[in-house]
């Protein structure tokens, strides 16, 4: 694992060598600390902070001033990972202008990439984007901002005119300077078939191993995602969720019993101010016992 900052040339260099990389989504500093720690290769300031994060039901409800804040916290503690910003729905779609300065908002709030959804119908805008000088990702398969037009939360890709559909998309988006791309929920084999046609590393998040690295959600490997979404890719590394319930319950307890705080929460008095506050004590209320 190289030591120095990741950059789109080191991830580029990964795949050649046959090397996976590691993506995490993060949203909040102490988190994309850990992660950098970890030795992540990269951290995906991801729109799925809608729900993650805000308890949105859906990533449409997000916006940039949102993301931006997401952004400069990740961006802080990333030393080594590098970074990239989600452009949440309509920052791009509207106009190629439009794109660039959002993804530029994205690079000022100190993001080292930005990514998109959609195919060959975005390829403009990743275009106009890279030609400011910005390293944009493609995402593709599942578009989370697009659902309502796939009919839902749906694997795609299924028969070998869907992945060639795929392919087709990566292909103008590789035209178009992206530097990656990323497949969500693609059966292992069909993503296997875009990967092999692409000259960019592909990743996945539930679109199996054959890829050249993998992404999750930080809150659904960590245990902390609050709702009932449930999907077949992801897989638990801790309970961190149910550890924050615990400990905060102890801490009610602790409290409605008196034994929070004890003497070593407690700032000790002076001996001489000791003995004058206990004199002047008088109080108003019993205190509770
Ligand atoms: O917002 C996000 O975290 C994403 C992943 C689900 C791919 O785009």
New binding site residues.
Partial sequence: MPSQKVTVATLAALRARGERAVLI?AYDYPTAAFADRAGVDAL?V????AMTMLGLPS?LGIGMPEMLVFARAVARAAARALVIG?LPFLSYQPADEEAVRNAGAFLQAGCDAV?C?GGARVARRVRAMTDAGIAVMG?LGLT?QSAAQLGGYRVQGKSLAAANRIVEDALALEQAGAFAI?L?AVPAEAAAYVRERLRVPVYG?GAGPELDGQ?V?SHDVLGTFVGNINPRFVRRYAEIGAAIEGAIRCYAADVRAGGFPGPEQCYPLPPEGEAEIRRARRPAAPAPS
Avoid: M, Y
Wanted: hydrophobic share 35%; net charge negative.
């Fill in positions: 989504t995906l991801g729109d799925s902070a990533t989600d990514k959804e995402h989370p990323l969500e998040i992404l959600i």
